[in-house]
């Protein structure tokens, strides 16, 4: 057997919306195996320091590389922007974020050269997005704004916007609200970035209000599945794909259980068998 490719891919997030990266790499990646890691005890990480956000991160790459796994991806936005320098100084394995992917696909689609970012709070906070726009292709504009209500919003289930409801409104409302912040900022952008593991559940939404406020095309830059794209690249460059025909398995851990099976399947996109519960 040829052991490094076989060893599994660690995937780890603040809590279970990184499990639409596991989605993401799962379909890019069928004969992966995967071992996810949600720290739902301390979920979320949007709204703490740095400092905290590179600590919790440690504790969740400690446990993954317990688990031998061959690459770490930071599945959590707001991990990648505080905590991957010191990840990838630290961990013996390559460590790929959320940010340098969604970038690369941002300076790649903008064709006026302005670009909006949202995100957490921490991750608009530590500015990692512009810079990686701005190491890429300087002379691009970046828009952020913090959206944190969308991540309840998404954990409720409020997605679609369809109709009259009480659901439906508030979600169009919270849409409106932060997509109208954005394009008073950057009325010319023909791109945003989904910056949070979460967002990509309310992509259509969001898609349908930018038509309305922009009325140019916008294009909307899924970070998850930039980041599967960018883990299949590294993996090959690494002679490290495991191109075996089985499929992969899912491994999934959590701090916390409370409240899983439900969210977690809206985030995967089917219903997870089992999951173990572990202290970091
Ligand atoms: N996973 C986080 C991110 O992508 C969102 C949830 C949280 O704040 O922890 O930034």
Same mark, same amino acid.
């Given at each position: 057997?040829?052991?490094?490719?076989?060893?599994?891919?660690?995937?780890?997030?603040? *809590?279970?919306?990184?499990?639409?990266?596991?989605?993401?790499?799962?379909?890019? /990646?069928?004969?992966?195996?995967?071992?996810?890691?949600?720290?739902?005890?301390?979920?979320?990480?949007?709204?703490?320091?740095?400092?905290?956000?590179?600590?919790?991160?440690?504790?969740?790459?400690?446990?993954?590389?317990?688990?031998?796994?061959?690459?770490?991806?930071?599945?959590?936005?707001?991990?990648?922007?505080?905590?991957?320098?010191?990840?990838?100084?630290?961990?013996?394995?390559?460590?790929?974020?959320?940010?340098?992917?969604?970038?690369?696909?941002?300076?790649?689609?903008?064709?006026? *050269?302005?670009? *909006?970012?949202?995100?957490?709070?921490?991750?608009?906070?530590?500015?990692?997005?512009?810079?990686?726009?701005?190491?890429?292709?300087?002379?691009?504009?970046?828009?952020?704004?913090?959206?944190?209500?969308?991540?309840?919003?998404?954990?409720?289930?409020?997605?679609?916007?369809?109709?009259?409801?009480?659901?439906?409104?508030?979600?169009?409302?919270?849409?409106?609200?932060? /997509?109208?912040? /954005?394009?008073?900022?950057?009325?010319?952008?023909?791109?945003?970035?989904?910056?949070?593991?979460?967002y990509p559940l309310v992509r259509p939404l969001l898609a349908r209000i930018?038509?309305?406020?922009?009325?140019?095309?916008?294009?909307?830059?899924?970070? @998850?599945?930039?980041?599967?794209?960018?883990?299949?690249?590294?993996?090959?460059?690494?002679?490290? /794909?495991?191109?075996? @025909?089985?499929?992969?398995?899912?491994?999934?851990?959590?701090?916390?259980?409370?409240?899983?099976?439900?969210?977690?399947?809206?985030?995967?996109?089917?219903?997870?068998?089992?999951?173990?519960?572990?202290?970091?």
């Amino acid at each position: 057997m040829d052991r490094p490719r076989r060893r599994p891919i660690g995937i780890f997030d603040s *809590g279970l919306g990184g499990l639409t990266v596991v989605r993401a790499v799962s379909e890019r /990646l069928a004969g992966e195996d995967i071992v996810y890691l949600g720290d739902t005890a301390r979920v979320p990480y949007g709204s703490k320091s740095a400092d905290t956000v590179v600590r919790y991160s440690r504790m969740s790459a400690r446990f993954l590389l317990g688990r031998d796994v061959k690459m770490l991806l930071v599945a959590c936005n707001t991990a990648s922007a505080f905590a991957l320098d010191t990840l990838r100084a630290e961990v013996p394995v390559p460590v790929l974020g959320a940010v340098e992917p969604g970038a690369q696909e941002a300076v790649a689609a903008t064709r006026v *050269g302005e670009v *909006g970012v949202i995100g957490t709070l921490g991750t608009v906070r530590s500015g990692s997005y512009p810079r990686a726009i701005g190491a890429l292709d300087p002379r691009v504009r970046v828009a952020q704004l913090a959206c944190p209500l969308l991540v309840p919003l998404v954990e409720e289930g409020w997605l679609s916007g369809d109709g009259d409801g009480p659901e439906a409104r508030a979600a169009r409302a919270i849409a409106e609200k932060y /997509l109208g912040e /954005l394009h008073a900022r950057a009325p010319e952008l023909d791109v945003i970035v989904l910056g949070c593991t979460h967002y990509p559940l309310v992509r259509p939404l969001l898609a349908r209000i930018a038509a309305q406020m922009w009325r140019h095309e916008v294009r909307l830059v899924d970070s @998850a599945q930039a980041m599967a794209r960018a883990a299949e690249q590294a993996l090959g460059d690494g002679g490290l /794909l495991d191109a075996s @025909a089985t499929p992969g398995r899912l491994a999934c851990s959590v701090t916390d259980d409370a409240r899983f099976g439900e969210v977690a399947a809206r985030f995967l996109g089917h219903d997870l068998a089992t999951v173990e519960k572990v202290d970091l």
